[in-house]
């Protein structure tokens, strides 16, 4: 296990080491740091046509190597009998049904090499790789009669090249050649510096074969491909305009022919179509997107338009929610679409004039170390039977079924686990606004054995985004805060989706700004419970969070101590170094940082740094190219010149999305930031003065 890199005064190994010490005598009775390596939890769900039957990916971690590993099993809805279907060394995921029930295709690295495309006949148990693919496929699905599958596929471009080396002699070792990067976005958080190429459909005999390219040029094509009734096209959606590098959300949708890869665009407008799915049968194209206004958040929209793109029609004007996903119901009359309100995901059916009707709720995702209310996934059958990701505050995603009306739990992936562990009660938490009385959707996390006659500190935990939002779900953070005796509160502030656009939209060209008074009306209302230490005031925060804990030491003097975690300190410099410097002035400011400098610096938490005397711990992934190391580098440098105490946490091979990836380190960046809370807790603090500056 590699541990955190940590630079400045404060040497926080021992806080790192807590979370792995030796086993206690007898068992905890509070989540700990090494509960999170037998954590496991359900992705993917997908229902057999027939509904009696769902294959899903339980996820779970591999103490040994410290990483997730998948595995694909298959649980019988009429008894709730649950079976393993692919699992051992390799990933195994994306199970999809072929259209009559009897073969499941899935992507698996367990021959070793590149993911290849298997199937499994259930009835034998047979399975065979019908795939030698080079490259990853996606968005895998089954043709109508069962014949072929489509997926989309990177095509390797070669790379650019300025000039050349002198020839070298055998036998000499030289250095590696020159990188010459030419595209506006060369990296990705994640996946790190990008390799030149284009994302392509293909097709393959479901029997095994050689795939077909369908679709070609300098172009992508994302998402899931979704095949006409007839088995005659393909549907893309994709960016093909002449622009298309600078412009990171317009895409259309296109329909390309199995017989003679003829391309034909359907949609034609400014803003995002994408998730094509055809009716059963054919005469209608369902999909999701918006019109483009250079908005801040912009409403996703179900769309239904006929085959040949013509009479176009949004369904959920109505609903003032993002939709994201949808599918057809076996009827072809309506549609099963996701959606969150008010942090809580749910699904629902829609008629085709717009009628919505609930189906299920407390859908959930498989980020585990924060409460968010995205990820969640869904599937449904013939008979409308809905499979789906369901948890609560103290359960990840488990796998569920909504079947006339009620709703079933088929998995208890951690009962065993949690059973002896006291984990830290959620309940809401009313808030009102200081600035215009809004309502804000709030929730507390208590500590285990909580006593309300007592005081407690209060950690203030706050979501990225900014457009995002968290919900009453389960936290690995969280839960290891109220084990170490906190009192957590987490908000969704102005901003958050699942509210509608007006309200995500109040921080459009103003984020941060009132935001930071709707999180500061949160901290009063905690007060005003009764059970919180107002001299014992904490935050943190990630990504759009990180951003709000720095602006927020730059505000009051309220807190002892701050986390940044993965924060923007400059918008300028992060812009111009960030994965999506497209994206953020176009939506975000309006303008190019050289265009409006004052704009981008009033902004940015370094602006407010003089004013800083907030004890700040400083947390990064060493391989974060959303919100880059060099942000976090600028604010830890900025506050050592003004000899604020402060530490810069550095989170080897971690990425943005990914700094909670392994529990090892996910479990020890938790640790780390009680550590440097504890150290400016009243008890060994001298009181400094509180209040806004």
């Known amino acids: 296990m590699r541990k955190l890199v940590v630079v400045g005064w404060m040497v926080l190994s021992a806080a790192v080491h807590a979370a792995f010490a030796a086993p206690a005598a007898a068992p905890a009775h509070v989540f700990e740091g090494r509960d999170l390596f037998g954590l496991q939890w359900v992705e993917d769900p997908q229902i057999r046509p027939d509904g009696h039957a769902i294959a899903y990916v339980r996820m779970s971690y591999d103490i040994m190597s410290d990483r997730p590993r998948q595995a694909i099993w298959l649980v019988d809805v009429d008894t709730g009998a649950q079976t393993p279907i692919v699992s051992g060394p390799g990933a195994h995921f994306s199970p999809r049904w072929s259209p009559d029930g009897k073969r499941l295709a899935y992507v698996s690295t367990s021959e070793g090499g590149h993911p290849q495309l298997f199937v499994r006949w259930m009835q034998t148990g047979q399975a065979a790789r019908i795939t030698d693919l080079t490259e990853a496929p996606g968005g895998v699905t089954w043709s109508p ?96 305009s002449e622009g298309w590098r600078l412009d990171p959300v317009d895409s259309e949708i296109y329909r390309v022919s199995i017989a003679d890869e003829a391309m034909t665009q359907l949609t034609h407008r400014v803003g995002p179509d994408r998730e094509p799915k055809v009716s059963p049968d054919g005469s209608k194209i369902a999909y999701l997107g918006f019109d483009d206004h250079l908005l801040g958040y912009q409403n996703v929209r179900l769309y239904v338009m006929d085959r040949n793109g013509q009479g176009s029609q949004s369904l959920t004007d109505e609903l003032d929610r993002s939709v994201d996903a949808v599918q057809w119901a076996a009827d072809g009359r309506s549609l099963y679409i996701q959606y969150a309100d008010k942090g809580v995901t749910k699904v629902a059916r829609v008629s085709l004039n717009g009628h919505l009707q609930p189906v299920a709720e407390g859908l959930t995702g498989g980020e585990l170390d924060r409460p968010y209310s995205m990820g969640a996934q869904f599937t449904v059958a013939a008979n409308g039977s809905v499979a789906f990701t369901s948890g609560d505050p103290t359960h990840p995603s488990d796998l569920s079924l909504a079947r006339g009306g009620h709703v079933t739990r088929l998995t208890r992936l951690n009962d065993d686990l949690l059973m002896d562990r006291t984990l830290g009660e959620v309940k809401p938490l009313a808030v009102i606004s200081s600035v215009d009385k809004r309502p804000i959707d709030a929730w507390l996390v208590l500590p285990p054995q909580f006593d309300a006659g007592k005081k407690y500190p209060l950690i203030l935990e706050i979501h990225g985004g900014p457009f995002a939002s968290y919900g009453p779900s389960f936290s690995t953070d969280d839960q290891l805060y109220a084990a170490a005796g906190y009192v957590v509160v987490y908000a969704n502030p102005r901003g958050s989706t699942s509210y509608g656009e007006e309200f995500a939209n109040l921080i459009h060209h103003d984020y941060p700004g009132h935001d930071y008074d709707d999180l500061m009306s949160t901290v009063d209302a905690a007060i005003a419970a009764g059970f919180v230490d107002p001299d014992e005031l904490f935050v943190t925060g990630g990504s759009g969070g990180g951003v709000l804990t720095a602006w927020i030491v730059g505000q009051t003097h309220r807190f002892r101590a701050a986390a940044t975690q993965k924060p923007v300190i400059n918008w300028a410099s992060m812009v111009l170094t960030t994965d999506i410097s497209t994206y953020i002035p176009r939506y975000w400011f309006g303008k190019l940082p050289w265009e409006d400098p004052q704009g981008y610096w009033k902004r940015s938490p370094l602006s407010l740094v003089g004013n800083v005397s907030t004890p700040t711990l400083v947390v990064v992934g060493e391989q974060d190219f959303r919100t880059p190391v060099s942000d976090s580098e600028q604010y830890y440098a900025a506050l050592k010149l003004r000899a604020v105490p402060t530490a810069l946490v550095k989170v080897p091979g971690a990425s943005h999305g990914g700094l909670a990836a392994r529990p090892s380190q996910s479990a020890a960046k938790a640790s780390a930031i009680l550590a440097w809370f504890e150290r400016y807790r009243a008890a060994v603090t001298a009181p400094r003065t509180a209040g806004a500056l």
């Open 145 to 240: 009669d069962g014949r072929s599958i489509a997926f989309v596929m990177l095509i390797p471009d070669e790379k650019s090249k300025l000039g050349m080396s002198p020839p070298k002699p055998e036998g000499a070792t030289w250095a590696e050649p020159l990188t010459v990067i030419t595209d506006v976005t060369y990296r990705a958080d994640g996946p790190g510096y990008l390799r030149p190429g284009y994302s392509h459909a293909f097709v393959v005999s479901a029997d095994g074969g050689f795939p077909r390219q369908l679709t070609f040029g300098a172009y992508n094509e994302d998402g899931q491909v979704s095949w006409t009734a007839d088995g005659r096209y393909l549907l893309v959606s994709g960016n093909r």
